[in-house]
């Protein structure tokens, strides 16, 4: 061995109780998508490639000299901003103010700590859908809560039946629920919602419904909040709706994000990440009112990404894959018959790199996770390579 190669620390602690990170396995496939004649297409994963609205840069710009330290709870003028969004575009009730509203350093920073911010731990458990973005799965094992995958539909169907054990119910004390999902674009109706948020209060279980791809319908008219009175019944009282600008603003660079409910419960949240010093740096919070009052980015946003959709549903299709689902978000989750690592490895042979579904549960083993997230350029030569295959 040579004198300056050392082997790689054994992993310790924490880090040696979690799986190796998925996105790990997907590295000869790439190689094998970039060494194509025509360039590497990655459609694996829900990076936005386009520009980040002029409103939002300028605003940005023009909080730049901030000099003093942000608050954890975010300027008043945040405040208001996220209470009107909410109001406007999740259904939230008038009764939902400032109190209810909280900004977080991006959406996953939230999703992996929230068991922690709430307290949790071993003996707990924290339930989430069993075919679902892992970084519900990460925040239960950080905390040594035990991780339960669910079927949210059968959940709210059958209620404590649907469960692997129907004591599990007993020891859940956090729901996930992902809607519209990542990955498979599914959607839950309000009546689905409604009987997962009533089961959930029956047994003291706190709600979080993450809907960050919500204003990306294809396939239906709406997406439904948890905000709904419909769907809390009037009542905010355990429920949290997770929420971020990443995708429909094109502002994942900017770490933008927020969490609104009970008021109770965002207390909580802000008298933790207090003392963490989890704070969204001041000229971002500034970025993010523009964000927020500007509804006319997302829409010309959302156009751009149906037309990438229209351009890569048929290809999908013409290459042998079956969509599921996929009735909103950025993802065509797509089946081609066979086990996800050889549809991988065929689509990497043709340049285009996709996520194999065993990445969100054992239950995505024979689907792939295909991405709107290139340019019109990278996703018009995915589509003719597609449909060559």
């Not at 409910?261 to 909580?268: I, K, T």
């Not at 927020?292 to 290809?315: F, H, M």
């Amino acid at each position: 061995m040579p004198s300056h190669a050392r082997p790689a620390p054994a992993r310790s602690g924490l880090a040696a109780r979690l799986p190796a990170f998925p996105w790990d396995a997907l590295v000869p496939a790439r190689q094998l998508a970039a060494a194509h004649q025509d360039g590497l297409v990655d459609l694996s994963v829900g990076t936005p490639v386009d520009q980040t609205p002029a409103s939002v840069q300028q605003a940005l710009a023009a909080a730049a000299d901030s000099p003093g330290y942000p608050t954890t709870i975010g300027t008043p003028a945040l405040r208001e901003a996220l209470v009107d969004f909410v109001r406007r575009h999740r259904a939230a009730p008038g009764t939902l103010d400032v109190e209810g509203v909280l900004p977080t350093v991006g959406s996953k920073e939230l999703v992996a700590h929230l068991p922690f911010q709430l307290g949790l731990g071993p003996g707990d458990v924290v339930a989430f859908p069993h075919i679902a973005y892992p970084t519900y799965d990460m925040g239960a094992r950080f905390v040594g809560a035990e991780p339960l995958g669910v079927d949210p539909a059968r959940l709210a169907a059958e209620g404590d039946a649907a469960l692997p054990e129907p004591s599990a119910a007993q020891r859940i004390r956090l729901l996930w629920l992902n809607s519209p999902s990542n990955p498979t674009g599914e959607v839950l109706s309000r009546a689905q919602m409604a009987a997962l948020v009533a089961w959930a209060r029956e047994r003291g279980i706190v709600v979080a419904s993450d809907e960050c791809y919500a204003l990306l319908p294809w396939t239906v008219d709406e997406v439904p909040s948890v905000l709904d009175p419909e769907v809390n019944g009037g009542s905010l009282d355990g429920v949290l709706c997770v929420y971020s600008l990443s995708k429909q603003s094109n502002l994942a660079g900017y770490r933008a994000a927020f969490v609104a409910g009970d008021p109770a419960l965002v207390g909580e949240l802000v008298a933790v990440r207090k003392q963490a010093g989890m704070m969204l740096p001041g000229p971002l919070q500034a970025a993010m009112v523009a964000a927020l009052q500007d509804d006319e980015a997302p829409a010309r946003q959302r156009e751009i990404y149906r037309a990438r959709r229209d351009l890569l549903a048929p290809a999908l299709r013409a290459a042998g894959g079956e969509i599921h689902g996929s009735q909103a978000g950025l993802y065509l989750w797509t089946t081609f018959g066979e086990e996800a690592m050889t549809s991988v490895e065929r689509l990497a042979a043709a340049g285009v790199l996709v996520a194999p579904g065993m990445f969100y549960g054992v239950g995505g083993g024979s689907f792939v996770r295909v991405a709107l997230t290139a340019t019109d350029e990278r996703i018009t030569a995915a589509a003719g390579r597609l449909e060559r295959l």
